[in-house]
């Protein structure tokens, strides 16, 4: 198995959390986004979108950090990602959502691109445009796991899955961004719960192979 991705990406950070709690190993394979490495050919022809993760296994090509934890939560050994419950799942899968489908893209590298090579945006107008959107979705996840009634040490219980992976990768991208994350108290309890898991901690961006500033 390799997986294709770039120190900073969070769907990739999403992914190298997935691969230690499943103790999965893989090949790994920087692609440099801000080299434009994503746009080469050879990259291309795995995912034509130009984006990282890309995962082969085998004859197998996955692509999108959600699809390839869950092909890897029903492929691999260990404890699962997502809980039993079908209604506690999809509450799982929708929070994860929250994150991946609604707040992530808008700080992606291509669309801050767009909005200074485009629109005309410089830098300090993008990094506003991130915390705006990241702020604004992080509070709303802020309200969804603070009305679970059965409140765990993770942001569904006292194991971490599918909510958390994609949380504390999220939560990084605000603090770069200087997202003000003080108002959200139980975020920043799940996120110290979660560092101290060395699933998390490996998967952290300043301890990749291809970490750079």
Known sequence: MTCYGYFRSSAAYRCRIAFNLKGVSPEFAPVHLRRGEQTQRDFKALNPQGLVPAVTSGDLVLTQSLAIIEWLDETQGGRSLLPADPGLRAQVRAFAQVIACDIHPLQN???LTYLKTELGHDQAAAD???RHWIGEGLAACEEIVEREPD???????DEPGLADICLVPQMFSGERFGVDLSAMPRLREIR???DKLPAFADAHPARQPDYDL
């Open 109 to 111: 590298l291509r669309v």
């Open 128 to 130: 506003a445009w991130c």
């Open 151 to 157: 409140r765990g040490r993770f942001c569904f219980g």
């Open 192 to 194: 110290a719960a979660c």
